[in-house]
C-alpha cells in the first residue's frame, strides 16, 4: 500500500486564526483526502509552535504564565480544527516533552559534529518575527519580512554552519526538480538568500527564557525555528524509545508552507536535515496567500474575516471551496465580499445545486425514480459528454497531483457546466412527449443515464474539499456514499439504482446585495 506523509506549519497560538491561517490547513486535509480516496495509507500532521518571544510577550500581556497561555491557545486552535473538520492524524505542541527531549538531543548532536559553534552575534532584531537581519536585509531600515522597526542588539551566541551545507543543497534542488513547488520559488532562494551569501544561523537566544534550554549551557534558550522545523520528525518518534511512525511515514511526501516561511522550509530545514542524515522530504509546497484588496488582513485595517463567521452563515463547504477556488497556484488571491458571494450563488446553488435538482426530478417524473441502465450511446451529445467525463478525471488527477488546487475545482466545474449544458442540448422534456416512439425512449433514457453517472464522478472528484456535499449528492441518486476513486470506472455500470423522492437543495440561494453588506460588517467587527 502507498503511504503518504503530509504535513502543516505549527501555528503560532498567539491570537485567533483568520481564513488566510486556516487556507494552509484547508489545503493540506484536501491533499490527505484526495490520497486517502486512492486508497493510500495517510499521515498526516499539525500542532502548535510554542515557545518564543513573541508568545512569551503575548502570555504577558494576557496576564497569564507562557504555559497557561499556550495550553488555552492550542485548545482553541482544536477547537477550530475540528469545527473545520480537519482530519489530522496527529497534533504535536512544541511544549510537548518527548519533542523538548528530542530537540536538546538534536542540538547536542549537532555541537558534537562541530555544525554548531559559540560565538558572538550582533545585528539588526525583528521582535515579532524573532529573526535576526544584516544591515543589507533591511527593508528601508525595517524588517524585511513584516516590515516592522528592528533593533540593534548583541548576545553571546551558538551558530549553526549554514555555509558548509550550501553547496550540497544547490545540488539537491538541481538534482530534484520535484522538491520544490511551485519552481519558481527556487530561484527566488536562490537570488533572495543564497547568492548574497548565507550566513551562519543564530541559533540560540539569552535575552528570554520562554524556549527549550542548551542543555549542556542552560542560559541558552534554543532559537525557535531550529525547535519548531524538527518537529515534523519528532512527532514521529525522532530520537524517542518508538520511531515506529518515522520508519514508516519519513520522508514526508509533501510538506505544505505558506509563502513567508518558504525560507525557513527551502533552506534552513533540509540543511538540518543533511547535518542529521536524514532524506529530504519530495515536495515542499510554498503556497500564495489570501489577501485582502487593501493588502495583508490585519485588525487594524478593519478587514479581517474568521472562517466561523463565514462557516456558520454560508456553510463548511461553501467556506472551503470558496477558499481553494480563489487562491491559484501563481498569486495571491484576494477575498471580496462581492466574489463570495457570487460564487455561492452561481458555482454552489445554480450550476452544482440546479444540475442535481434537475436530475433528480426528471428521473423521478420520467422513471418512478429509477435510474435506467446505461443503453449505449442514442446521440452524437452522449458521445460528447461521454468524453470530457473521462478526460476530466486524468485532468484533475494531474492538476491534484501538481499542486493545483484551485485549477481542479476549475476542471471539476467545467464538467459540471457541460453537464448542465447537456440537459440544454438533449432537450429531455422533448423526448418524454414524444416517448411512444422507443428510439425517444431510448434516447431519454441515455440522457438521465448520462446525467446521473457524471453527477456521480462530481460527487467523487468533489470529495476531497466537500464531503458532505458529495455524500447529500449521493444519497439523493440513491447512490451508496462510501465511494472509493476505483467506482470512477464505473461509468457505464451504474445498476439498480432509485433516486429519491424529492431532493433538497444543496445550497440555498442568498439575496447578493444583502450577504455582501453582511460579511462587510463582519469585516469591521
Ligand atoms: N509557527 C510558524 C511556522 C512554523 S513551521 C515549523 C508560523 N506560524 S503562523 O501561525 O504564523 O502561520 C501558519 C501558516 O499560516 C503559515 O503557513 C502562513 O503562511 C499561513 N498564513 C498566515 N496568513 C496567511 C494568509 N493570509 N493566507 C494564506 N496563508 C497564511 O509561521
Not at 46 to 57: F, M
Not at 212 to 232: C, E, F, G, Q, R
Not at 365 to 382: I, Q, R, S, T
Amino acid at each position: 500500500m502507498n503511504k503518504f506523509y503530509i504535513t502543516t506549519p505549527i501555528y503560532y497560538p498567539s491570537g485567533r486564526f483568520h481564513i488566510g491561517t486556516a487556507y494552509t490547513e484547508v489545503l493540506a486535509d484536501m491533499m490527505k483526502r484526495y490520497h486517502v480516496l486512492k486508497g493510500e495509507k495517510c499521515f498526516m500532521l499539525t500542532g502548535t509552535d510554542e515557545h518564543g518571544q513573541k508568545i512569551e510577550n503575548k502570555a504577558k500581556d494576557s496576564n497569564m504564565n507562557p504555559k497557561e497561555y499556550v495550553d488555552l491557545q492550542s485548545k482553541k486552535a482544536k477547537e477550530l480544527w475540528s469545527k473545520m473538520k480537519i482530519d489530522y492524524d496527529k497534533y504535536i505542541r512544541t511544549t510537548d516533552d518527548y519533542h523538548v527531549k528530542a530537540v536538546q538531543k538534536i542540538f547536542e548532536r549537532f555541537l558534537e559534529q562541530e555544525d554548531i559553534y559559540k560565538g558572538e552575534y550582533e545585528g539588526w532584531y525583528c521582535e515579532p518575527c524573532e529573526s535576526y537581519f544584516t544591515e543589507t536585509q533591511l527593508v528601508n531600515g525595517n524588517c524585511p519580512d513584516c516590515g516592522r522597526p528592528v533593533k540593534k542588539m548583541k548576545e553571546e551566541a551558538y551558530f549553526f554552519k549554514m555555509s558548509k551545507y550550501v553547496d550540497r543543497l544547490l545540488k539537491y534542488y538541481d538534482e530534484h526538480p520535484d522538491f520544490i513547488k511551485p519552481n519558481y520559488r527556487k530561484q527566488e532562494m536562490i537570488n533572495n538568500f543564497i547568492k548574497p551569501g548565507l550566513e551562519d544561523l543564530c541559533v540560540t537566544r539569552t535575552t528570554f527564557d520562554w524556549g527549550i534550554p542548551v542543555l549542556s549551557d542552560s542560559k541558552h534558550v534554543i532559537y525557535v525555528w531550529l525547535d519548531a522545523l524538527t518537529n515534523y520528525i519528532t512527532a514521529l518518534g525522532y530520537e524517542s524509545d518508538d520511531d515506529r511512525l518515522l520508519n514508516e511515514f519519513w520522508p514526508a511526501d509533501v510538506q505544505i508552507v505558506g509563502k513567508d516561511i518558504a525560507r525557513f522550509h527551502l533552506i534552513y530545514w533540509p540543511i538540518f536535515l543533511m547535518a542529521l542524515d536524514l532524506p529530504l522530504p519530495k515536495t515542499i509546497y510554498a503556497h500564495n496567500w489570501v489577501t485582502m484588496k487593501d493588502g495583508k488582513m490585519s485588525k487594524s485595517k478593519g478587514n479581517v474575516i474568521y472562517p466561523e463567521q463565514l462557516i456558520e452563515r454560508y456553510g463548511l463547504d461553501a467556506t472551503k471551496y470558496y477558499l481553494i477556488r480563489e487562491v491559484p497556484i501563481s498569486s495571491d488571491g484576494i477575498f471580496t465580499p462581492e466574489d463570495f458571494v457570487k460564487r455561492y450563488n452561481s458555482d454552489l446553488c445554480n450550476d452544482l445545486g440546479n444540475l442535481l435538482n434537475r436530475t433528480v426530478a426528471m428521473c423521478n417524473k420520467y422513471f418512478d425514480g429509477k435510474v435506467p441502465e446505461y443503453n449505449g450511446l442514442k446521440n452524437e451529445a452522449d458521445l460528447s459528454l461521454e468524453n470530457i467525463a473521462k478526460s476530466t478525471i486524468e485532468e484533475y488527477e494531474k492538476a491534484m497531483n501538481n499542486f493545483e488546487f484551485a485549477s481542479s475545482l476549475q476542471i471539476i466545474w467545467k464538467l459540471v457546466s457541460r453537464t448542465n449544458k447537456y440537459i440544454d442540448e438533449t432537450e429531455p422534456w422533448k423526448l418524454a412527449k414524444e416517448i411512444e416512439e422507443d428510439s425517444e425512449k431510448e434516447k431519454l433514457e441515455s440522457v438521465i443515464y448520462h446525467l446521473i453517472a457524471n453527477l456521480k464522478e462530481i460527487a467523487i472528484l468533489i470529495r476531497p474539499l466537500m464531503k458532505d456535499t458529495s455524500k447529500r449528492i449521493l444519497n439523493q441518486l440513491g447512490i451508496r456514499e462510501s465511494v472509493e476513486w476505483s467506482d470512477l470506472n464505473e461509468y457505464n455500470e451504474l445498476e439498480d439504482i432509485k433516486v429519491i423522492e424529492k431532493g433538497q437543495p444543496l445550497f440555498l440561494r442568498v439575496d447578493e446585495n444583502e450577504e455582501i453588506e453582511y460579511i462587510k460588517e463582519l469585516m469591521k467587527s
